[in-house]
């Protein structure tokens, strides 16, 4: 199977603007997880999307918004960028089962590095 | 609050001797699974090992193996024989049973392997 993948990987955008992210993932999963992974707080939970609704959500604020489609892809949207959105985003995928997560196992994306000058 | 926490930042190892990272826990909740991610310089996340709270038998894949600890909320990786590739950056992490697509991660032990 192919894994999860995630376009763009490189991202340079403008402080003001807005961005969306793509992630497509494993086939056969339904669970898309999003992360904001940065040098100073690390690996943070941003939200979770299971058949196209949104499950969990982490302390992020409303500039951060996601969607998820029929086949499962996703998406992540940021706007009005700033300086600190500058991170590698990471997705992941797992297998879920209406109401519960069958293996809690989730398998990542190479990343978007998003870069907000 | 929910925490994990991996005391050392930065671990060496000699390449085919045994090496262990440590990680410990704070949650109130009982259904729980604990993961050990490795991140190498691609950045590429990779699952090492994951072990469920309620099973008292330690998880062991290949070369990895974990010592779980419930009542210590501890949970740390043994990498025998070590070797070049094993090199990476290392995170440990929990999800709830109920909430299996949030991962808590801790603040990683970056992994040197020396030859």
């Known amino acids: 199977k192919a894994g999860v993948t995630q376009t763009p990987r490189y991202l340079i955008k403008t402080r003001g603007q807005q961005v969306t992210l793509s992630c497509s993932p494993i086939s056969g999963h339904r669970s898309v997880s999003w992360y904001q992974q940065t040098p100073g707080q690390g690996l943070q939970f941003l939200f979770e999307y299971f058949s196209e609704t949104q499950r969990n959500k982490g302390n992020f604020p409303g500039r951060f918004s996601g969607r998820q489609f029929s086949n499962s892809r996703s998406e992540m949207n940021v706007s009005t960028l700033e300086l600190g959105d500058s991170a590698l985003y990471l997705c992941?995928?797992?297998?879920?089962?209406?109401?519960?997560?069958?293996?809690?196992?989730?398998?990542f994306g190479p990343g978007t590095r998003l870069t907000v000058t | 609050a929910q925490t994990v926490t991996q005391s050392q930042p930065e671990m060496s190892v000699q390449e085919a001797e045994t090496v262990t990272l440590s990680c410990t826990y704070d949650?109130?909740?009982?259904?729980?699974?604990l993961f050990w991610y490795k991140q190498p310089p691609s950045r590429q996340m990779i699952l090492v090992i994951r072990?469920?709270?309620?099973?008292?038998q330690n998880a062991t894949e290949n070369r990895f193996s974990v010592n779980f600890q419930k009542a210590a909320k501890s949970f740390s990786l043994k990498i025998s024989d070590s070797q070049l590739g094993d090199a990476a950056m290392y995170f440990c992490?929990?999800?709830?049973?109920?909430?299996?697509?949030?991962?808590?991660f801790g603040q990683g032990t970056e992994l040197s392997v020396k030859p």
């Open positions: 072990q469920e709270a309620y099973k008292q």
């Open positions: 992490a929990y999800s709830f049973y109920n909430q299996g697509g949030k991962l808590i």
């Open positions: 992941a995928s797992s297998q879920r089962t209406s109401g519960a997560i069958m293996s809690h196992e989730q398998y």
């Open positions: 949650t109130s909740e009982s259904d729980y699974y």
